[in-house]
């Protein structure tokens, strides 16, 4: 009796156990189903190409080269913000500042994940919006700019803490080594400490851009919501995650706009597939060290 | 350009660091104080425990306040016995091979998801294929995914913090693999798992997109009867009154903020000091 029931028991935790990979086989076909069923009636080339999107008009386009340069300008523009300011915190924290109170800024830096994103965007909207709109003399503050901002905002936790971690695993041989031969402590940290964690930083990067790219309350309320290539990161612009996220609503259940929303569900399901693979690889190879 | 000594480059570093981390932590405080400042006066009773009125721009938010209850405690209770058992599969079962390094690829990919895309699909297989309609169980069932690879990885962290010594001595008296994880390991991982939990309630608690399509509702001047009606949501209700609704009263906006943001920051900070309190109370 009892051994029977073990095995039952067994057998749900495997069930459970492999349920992740059940899972991302559904999400991944599920998009690629609708998606397909979109490229059917309109070619993905012209798709990815294409820069006009007007889903509602009477001879429909469905272009997403505007949201996707929208969502890759907000990235960059964040990445260039939270890189630096992440990897300098993340090396302030585990090297230079007193331990008594290395929890304390971990903790801090940490808070800012638990903010949830609407509240983020609302915050954004009353104070970097106005603010970016009067000091650069614009005629909206809903810009890719103030976007890349609050995004920034939003990816040094995940820079800092996961690069603070890959700091933190470099053998202390390698710092005692260097500091023998005479080199400052600067030294050491900016040329051994920080190279023997590469690759662990490299992976923070990419899940910061990671997060990133698949933000949508936030970047839905600061950036302008403009489907149109932009000229510079003081336009307004679109991301593909907010196109998803405002247009959904008013699609017809089945219809070409749709499946078009799908479509973009599944670039942007690729997009971070790779940008997680490639982190993961580069989290492995920081192990080996 | 002038070559600066080993020893004052150091310290101009040092400074530059200091700013950094200043920079990653003043935001987060500011966003704090000031929605605390302009939130605070518009929290009380009434606004807490009241139908909204004048198409939202008087009354209270205690729809939205229980929709988003009831989404967070139905997706708790299908993604933590699911999350917990693939945790205790990955932690105890779990061999080296092929199989387990792809069930950990797709635990990583599986949080990597955007959170938009899991609206997505869970308006496609919940709300339309398995015609749940746009419903608290549609919603819960979609944050329930996506919140399971963040359960199994902390979960796997209480699990693997029990030391080995304790399941061999389990072992060894003849004690089956699943009753010594039944008896031994759970128990000794639970105040993690529970730890794990609560910061798992506060950062769903706080998701917008994955409920946008499946969940929530523009305006429902009543509460839920069943898992089967629509509900308002508070993140959504933020997002709405911010956005949509022309003339909305600032501190009415800044006080959903304010009830929004503390019900997740208290959470997050019970589930720190339990996690504290844990720790200083383990046996080994």
Redesign the interface.
């Known amino acids: 009796m009892?051994?029977s029931l073990?095995y039952i028991?067994?057998a749900?935790?495997?069930i459970?156990?492999?349920?992740?990979?059940v899972?991302?086989v559904?999400?991944f076909s599920?998009?690629l189903k609708?998606g397909l069923s979109f490229f059917k009636d309109f070619s993905f080339i012209k798709f990815i190409t294409n820069q006009f999107w007007y889903p509602n008009s009477k001879i429909p386009s469905f272009g997403i080269l505007s949201l996707i340069s929208g969502s890759a300008l907000v990235t960059l523009g964040a990445c260039l913000i939270a890189v630096?300011?992440?990897v300098?915190?993340a090396?302030?924290?585990s090297e230079?500042?007193p331990k008594s109170i290395r929890d304390i800024?971990k903790?801090?830096?940490e808070?800012?994940a638990?903010?949830?994103?609407?509240?983020?965007?609302?915050?954004g909207?009353?104070?970097v919006v106005p603010l970016v709109k009067n000091v650069f003399n614009l005629p909206t503050g809903l810009t890719a700019f103030s976007g890349s901002i609050m995004l920034a905002?939003m990816a040094?936790p995940t820079i800092?803490t996961i690069s603070e971690d890959a700091i933190r695993s470099v053998p202390w041989q390698y710092k005692e080594g260097a500091l023998a031969l005479g080199a400052?402590?600067?030294?050491t940290l900016?040329r051994v400490v920080l190279k023997a964690a590469m690759p662990g930083i490299i992976a923070a990067i990419m899940?910061g851009i990671?997060r990133v790219?698949?933000?949508?309350?936030a970047v839905m309320?600061i950036t302008g919501n403009a489907a149109h290539v932009p000229h510079s990161i003081f336009d307004p612009i679109r991301t593909m995650?907010s196109t998803?996220?405002s247009e959904?609503?008013e699609t017809v259940?089945g219809g070409m706009h749709y499946k078009s929303?799908?479509a973009i569900?599944l670039v942007?399901?690729l997009i971070?597939?790779l940008?997680?693979?490639i982190?993961?690889l580069f989290l492995g190879k920081n192990k080996n060290l | 350009m002038m070559k600066l000594s080993?020893?004052l480059?150091?310290k101009l570093?040092?400074m530059?660091?200091?700013i950094?981390?200043m920079?990653?932590?003043i935001?987060?405080?500011?966003?704090?104080f000031?929605?605390i400042k302009n939130g605070y006066s518009a929290i009380n009773w009434k606004f807490l425990t009241s139908m909204p009125e004048d198409g939202m721009r008087a009354g209270g938010i205690f729809p939205a306040i229980i929709g988003t209850f009831a989404i967070v405690m139905c997706a708790i209770v299908i993604t933590l016995?699911?999350?917990v058992?693939?945790a205790?599969?990955?932690n105890e079962?779990?061999k080296d091979n092929f199989?387990t390094r792809?069930?950990k690829?797709?635990?990583?990919?599986?949080?990597?998801?955007?959170?938009?895309?899991?609206?997505?699909?869970g308006?496609?297989?919940f709300v339309?294929f398995l015609k749940l309609g746009v419903s608290i169980i549609a919603g819960a069932l979609t944050l329930s995914?996506m919140e399971?690879?963040v359960i199994?990885t902390t979960a796997r962290g209480a699990l693997n913090s029990v030391p080995q010594s304790f399941r061999e001595v389990s072992l060894s008296l003849g004690v089956?693999?699943?009753?010594t994880i039944r008896h031994i390991v759970l128990p000794n991982a639970l105040s993690g798992i529970l730890t794990g939990t609560i910061l798992s309630i506060?950062?769903i608690?706080?998701?917008?997109?994955p409920i946008?399509?499946t969940a929530a509702a523009f305006y429902v001047p009543r509460l839920p009867d069943s898992i089967f009606d629509q509900v308002m949501a508070l993140?959504?209700h933020?997002?709405i009154i911010?956005?949509q609704i022309p003339n909305m009263p600032k501190n009415i906006?800044y006080g959903t903020?304010l009830v929004?943001?503390m019900m997740?920051?208290t959470m997050?900070f019970v589930a720190?000091f339990a996690r504290i309190y844990f720790r200083k109370r383990r046996k080994w």
């Open positions: 009892r051994k073990d028991i067994e749900v935790i495997f459970c156990g492999i349920l992740s990979i899972f991302v559904l999400i599920f998009l609708e630096p300011i992440g300098m915190t090396l302030f924290i230079i500042a800024l903790s801090l830096v808070l800012m638990a903010i949830p994103s609407v509240v983020i965007g609302f915050v909207m009353v104070t905002l040094i800092v400052t402590k600067w030294q900016r899940l990671g790219i698949g933000e949508t309350m309320m995650t998803i996220a959904m609503g259940r929303l799908f569900g942007l399901f971070t597939f940008v997680n693979f982190a993961d | 080993p020893k480059s150091q570093s040092y530059l660091l200091f950094a981390t920079l990653a932590i935001p987060v405080l500011i966003i704090i000031l929605i016995p699911v999350g058992c693939a205790i599969y990955l079962y779990a199989l792809l069930i690829l797709a635990i990583v990919n599986l949080a990597g998801v955007p959170s938009v895309v899991y609206g997505l699909f308006l496609g297989i339309m995914i399971l690879p199994i089956s693999r699943w009753q506060a950062r608690s706080g998701e917008t997109a946008l399509f993140p959504y933020l997002y911010s956005t906006i903020a929004l943001m997740v920051l997050s720190i």
